[in-house]
């Protein structure tokens, strides 16, 4: 199975801040990367896809970048709404996972 | 708009069984593939089974494989995930969700609310 590890496992940051989350795939998985945004008791939902489109409806402070191994989700300017756990997840090859998740905190 | 909506979960016994359902509504159902994934209390999230837009082709994640069965009946836009077998480890929230394309691209596009199962004595 393809594991994938975030970095930081948390953070602390104030609205304004620009925040980068890293997610590193176990192999190389081209592009097929994911990241989804999750809110305690909401359903999880999907930001961005093949590593750099932005899903529709979301916020252009969103973006994602890499590919390969590695792979970035950053906020360019961090809003109260997008503080929440940001998950990673591989498309390449099943089974599907997942990052262990990154938790956005108010600082 | 897409939705989604869970049922079937509960508290249950190991080594008993539990059907989960989804309906689905608001896009043409048969055209997705659908998947199962949870999140057991203070972890993360766990792909655990997706299904083809046909039925065609199927997958299951091997903390689940042989034990749990993943069908759909796109006459109802329902997807299922029959249980057998539970154990304490597979309490979790389970969503219901929406693939971007007919054939697996595990891209997960729209989730559902959840339905939570136990398992515990």
């Known amino acids: 199975d393809i594991q994938m590890t975030q970095s930081p496992s948390s953070l602390s940051a104030s609205v304004g801040d620009r925040v980068t989350i890293t997610c590193r795939a176990s192999q190389i998985i081209d592009n097929y990367l994911n990241w989804y945004q999750h809110k305690p008791g909401k359903a999880p939902k999907l930001l961005i896809h093949a590593a750099l489109s932005l899903q529709g409806g979301v916020p252009p402070r969103f973006s994602g970048g890499g590919s390969g191994t590695r792979f970035t989700l950053t906020i360019s300017s961090l809003q109260p709404e997008d503080f929440a756990t940001y998950y990673c997840?591989?498309?390449?090859?099943?089974?599907?996972?997942f990052g262990q998740g990154t938790k956005v905190e108010i600082k | 708009e897409v939705q989604l909506v869970e049922s079937g979960g509960g508290l249950v016994q190991p080594g008993r069984s539990l059907r989960l359902a989804c309906v689905a509504s608001?896009?043409?159902?048969?055209?997705?593939?659908m998947h199962w994934v949870r999140q057991a209390p203070g972890k993360g999230l766990e792909w655990i089974s997706g299904?083809?837009?046909?039925?065609?082709?199927?997958g299951y994640a091997d903390s689940v494989k042989g034990r749990f069965t993943i069908s759909r009946d796109n006459a109802k836009s329902s997807l299922y995930l029959q249980m057998n077998s539970l154990r304490p480890e597979d309490t979790a929230l389970y969503y219901c969700v929406k693939d971007i394309q007919p054939i697996g691209a595990a891209v997960f596009d729209s989730w559902g609310q959840g339905a939570l199962v136990t398992v515990s004595s």
């Open positions: 997840q591989q498309s390449y090859t099943t089974p599907w996972t």
């Open positions: 608001g896009f043409y159902y048969d055209d997705y593939a």
């Open positions: 299904i083809s837009g046909n039925s065609g082709g199927v």
